[in-house]
C-alpha cells in the first residue's frame, strides 16, 4: 500500500470548515483513498472513501486532486465531537488480506 | 444494531501469565481482523479472518501470539507468556466481506505488569 502523509495536528473552530490534508504521491492506479477517525478511547470508524471521484455521505466530502496524488476530508460544520486523530489510507481495498496500514495520522482538536 | 464487542475491556496481567481476549463480530460480516495500538501510535495489522480460516497472520509479531476463529464468528487471540512489551490496546474490527470497510470494536487495554 501507498505511504501517506498528514499533518501531526490542526485546529479548527466549531461551526466551521475542517480541511484535513492528506499526500499521497505514491499511489497507484488500483489503491483507494481511505478515511478513518478516532475519537479518544474508542475504537477507530469509517467515514469515507473514493478512488478517484469526489465522494459525500452524511459525515464528510473527500476531495481528490485530479493526478490522484493528494486529498482533502472535508467536515463542512464542525462540532466539539469531531475531536479525534484521523487517519488517510490508501489501500487496493478496505483492508482484505493485509488488514489496514495506520499512520500517525492528524489530530484535530475543534475549539469553542 | 449492535455493533463489534469486545472483552475484557481491561486487562492486567503479570508477566509470564496467558491472556485470552474475546472479539464478537458484527453478525453476518465474515471477515475479521485484530489490531494492536500502541501509545501515540496509529493500530497495526496483526491477522485477518476470512470465514474460520485466518487468511492472513503476517503481522502476529512472534509466535506467543495465535488466534482462532472456530465457527466463523467469536474469535479469540491468545497471548502466552506475557511480556511488558505486549502492553497496548488490542482492538477488533469486521467488514462484511474483506475488502470493505472495517468497524471497530472499543479495544481491550492489556497492562502486563
Known amino acids: 500500500d501507498a505511504k501517506t502523509t498528514q499533518p501531526p495536528s490542526m485546529d479548527c473552530a466549531e461551526g466551521r470548515a475542517a480541511n484535513l490534508p492528506c499526500n499521497h504521491s505514491t499511489i497507484s492506479g488500483n489503491e483507494y483513498v481511505y478515511w478513518y477517525r478516532q475519537i479518544h478511547s474508542q475504537g477507530p470508524q469509517y467515514i469515507i472513501h473514493g478512488l478517484k471521484n469526489n465522494e459525500t455521505n452524511e459525515m464528510a466530502s473527500l476531495i481528490i486532486t485530479e493526478d490522484r496524488k493528494s486529498s482533502t476530508l472535508i467536515l463542512p460544520h464542525a462540532t466539539l465531537r469531531d475531536t479525534a486523530v484521523y487517519y488517510c489510507i490508501v489501500t487496493t481495498s478496505g483492508g482484505g488480506a493485509d488488514g489496514l496500514t495506520f499512520g500517525k495520522g492528524t489530530h484535530l482538536i475543534i475549539q469553542p | 444494531g449492535a455493533g463489534v464487542s469486545q472483552t475484557p475491556s481491561n486487562k492486567v496481567t503479570e508477566k509470564g501469565k496467558y491472556v485470552e481476549l474475546r472479539c464478537d463480530p458484527i453478525?453476518?460480516?465474515?471477515?475479521l481482523y485484530w489490531y494492536r495500538q500502541s501509545l501515540g501510535q496509529g493500530p497495526e495489522f496483526l491477522i485477518y479472518?476470512?470465514?474460520?480460516?485466518?487468511?492472513?497472520d503476517s503481522g502476529l509479531p512472534n509466535d506467543r501470539f495465535f488466534a482462532v476463529r472456530p465457527e466463523g464468528s467469536v474469535s479469540t487471540l491468545k497471548i502466552q507468556r506475557t511480556e511488558r512489551g505486549d502492553s497496548a490496546v488490542y482492538l477488533c474490527?469486521?467488514?462484511?466481506?474483506?475488502?470493505?470497510?472495517?468497524?471497530f470494536g472499543p479495544g481491550t487495554r492489556l497492562t502486563v505488569t
Open positions: 474490527a469486521s467488514s462484511l466481506k474483506g475488502g470493505l470497510e472495517e468497524y
Open positions: 453478525s453476518g460480516h465474515t471477515a
Open positions: 479472518f476470512q470465514g474460520t480460516g485466518a487468511a492472513d
